[in-house]
């Protein structure tokens, strides 16, 4: 299960706030964010909901403290159906959501970095649900782009 927390509090904790670290915390301006939780093996897992009339993903930030495998559980508690479309390496990961039904997902994001999922049917209102995964960690030497070290606060 995914752990929430105030969402400042927890922007601010993981530095998603800050210029060069990461400006997602201004970004997705509304929702909430939480944190994926690991199991003994290493799998982490999360609960993502599409609360009823809100059409928004809950939460519209999730963390995960690094690379790997994790397993989410969807639920969507909408009277609408709506469809969640995940990145994860080699392959995206698509479920269909009946109105008051429930579906798994297992990604792999092994990198860091912002991984953005959303619900493609339809336009849901305008905005569309759209909401992110972030992985934390620092990218491997070998994967750096070649250029100047950038500023960090």
């Known amino acids: 299960m995914a752990v929430a927390q105030e969402r400042p509090d927890l922007l601010r904790e993981l530095g998603l706030d800050k210029q060069n670290h990461a400006a997602l915390g201004r970004v997705l301006?509304?929702?909430s964010i939480a944190q994926a939780t690991e199991r003994a093996d290493g799998t982490m897992e999360a609960t993502i909901r599409i609360n009823e009339d809100e059409l928004c993903w809950d939460p519209a930030i999730l963390v995960m403290?690094?690379?790997?495998d994790?397993?989410?559980?969807?639920?969507n508690d909408d009277k609408n159906t709506h469809a969640a479309l995940f990145p994860?390496?080699?392959d995206r990961k698509f479920l269909w959501l009946l109105n008051h039904s429930k579906g798994r997902a297992k990604l792999n994001l092994d990198g860091p970095g912002y991984y953005w999922y959303s619900s493609p049917g339809g336009n849901d209102e305008g905005?569309?649900?759209?909401?992110a995964?972030?992985?934390?960690?620092e990218v491997p030497p070998e994967a750096r782009l070649?250029?100047?070290d950038q500023p960090r606060p």
């Open 29 to 31: 301006g509304t929702g």
């Open 65 to 68: 403290p690094h690379g790997g």
């Open 70 to 75: 994790i397993e989410l559980t969807v639920i």
């Open 88 to 90: 994860s390496n080699g």
């Open 127 to 131: 905005r569309g649900l759209t909401a």
């Open 133 to 137: 995964i972030v992985v934390l960690g």
């Open 146 to 148: 070649d250029r100047p």
